[in-house]
């Protein structure tokens, strides 16, 4: 079984946690990273043990990626 997908969220989960990383662009790797292994059908538990994250948090950070949100506009909020 390739495990690319799982070393690329272990060394982005690493660079988040660095303290010489920037917060935003390594939240953004991890995220992508946690994303691409869960498209490729690695289990969520072994992606959520490589990214230090709960299950959970595995699936929000993969429907993000897929399903990228729009800010919402103040005239969506009043109707």
Same mark, same amino acid.
């Given at each position: 079984m390739d495990d690319d =997908?799982?070393?690329a969220v272990e060394e982005a989960a %690493?660079? /988040? #946690?660095s303290e010489s990383a920037e917060h935003e662009p390594a %939240?953004? !790797? /991890?995220? !992508? &990273?946690v994303a691409a292994a869960v498209t490729h059908g690695k289990p969520i538990r072994d992606v959520a043990a490589a990214a230090h994250m !709960? &299950? /959970? #948090?595995? /699936? =929000? &950070?993969a429907d993000a990626v897929t399903y990228p949100r729009q800010a919402l506009q103040p005239w969506t909020l009043a109707q």
């Open positions: =997908d799982i070393r %690493a660079t /988040l #946690e %939240a953004v !790797t /991890l995220q !992508t &990273a !709960t &299950a /959970l #948090e595995v /699936l =929000d &950070a």
